[in-house]
T-cell receptor
């Protein structure tokens, strides 16, 4: 079974600075997808960014980018120019490319609570 | 935008009660999921469904059952609620193509307290 590890329960950053959230995963598969989800106090989970394992190029979405290291099984999220609205829980998630049986959902890490200091 | 609606934001029940958590999505999605979220444990998959009347166990199905009689509605059932089922329950849906990196759309969650 796949596992996703987020080693930072909480991170704090000054507004306008850059922060990196860590995520590692364990899998024997070669083809899969990785995601970062954000959960603000409203509790609504929002997709921030996603990466296909077969793509070498790191995904970017405006101020959000990832550092995908397939050999190291690492998938970190970098937030540039942090804003107060970025304060939330961030979850890293894994999904097999060819899912079936009990593996069709995402496997989530335990989350990192990001605090933005004004 | 896809809307996933969970019927209750907060729910308080007593031990032994039968509890129904309802979830409705409005975009004709094939897949629907129930997760529970606990502090320090992240999200864990309880059950999912990829078609009407179809269901699959997730990682922690014990103590739960589900029902999907219509495509848009996916219900989570606690047959006899226990205090260890106090948690945040999140419903999600996705379009249904298993070979793509399709995203999940989530509801706003139901915070269930079992006393």
């Amino acid at each position: 079974a796949q596992t996703v590890t987020q080693s930072q329960p909480e991170m704090s950053v000054q507004e306008a600075e850059t922060v990196t959230l860590s995520c590692t995963y364990d899998t024997s598969e070669s083809d899969y997808y990785l995601f970062w989800y954000k959960q603000p106090p409203s509790r609504q989970m929002i997709l921030v960014i996603r990466q296909e394992a077969y793509k070498q190029q790191n995904a970017t979405e405006n101020r959000f980018s990832v550092n995908f290291q397939k050999a190291a099984k690492s998938f970190s999220l970098k937030i540039s120019d942090s804003q107060l609205g970025d304060a939330a829980m961030y979850f890293c998630a894994y999904r097999s490319r060819y899912s079936g049986g009990g593996a069709d959902g995402l496997t989530f890490g335990k989350g990192t609570h990001l605090i933005i200091q004004p | 935008d896809v809307k996933v609606t969970q019927s209750s934001r907060y729910l308080v029940k007593r031990t032994g009660e039968k509890v129904f958590l309802e979830c409705v999505q409005d975009m004709d999605h094939e897949n629907m999921f129930w997760y529970r979220q606990d502090p320090g444990l992240g999200l864990r998959l309880i059950y999912f469904s990829y078609d009407v009347k179809m269901k699959e166990k997730g990682d922690i199905p014990e103590g739960y059952s589900v029902s999907r009689e219509k495509k848009e509605r996916f219900s989570l059932i606690l047959e006899s609620a226990s205090t260890n089922q106090t948690s945040m329950y999140l419903c999600a849906s996705s379009l249904g193509d298993r070979t793509t990196n399709e995203k999940l759309f989530f509801g706003s969650g139901t915070q269930l307290s079992v006393l």
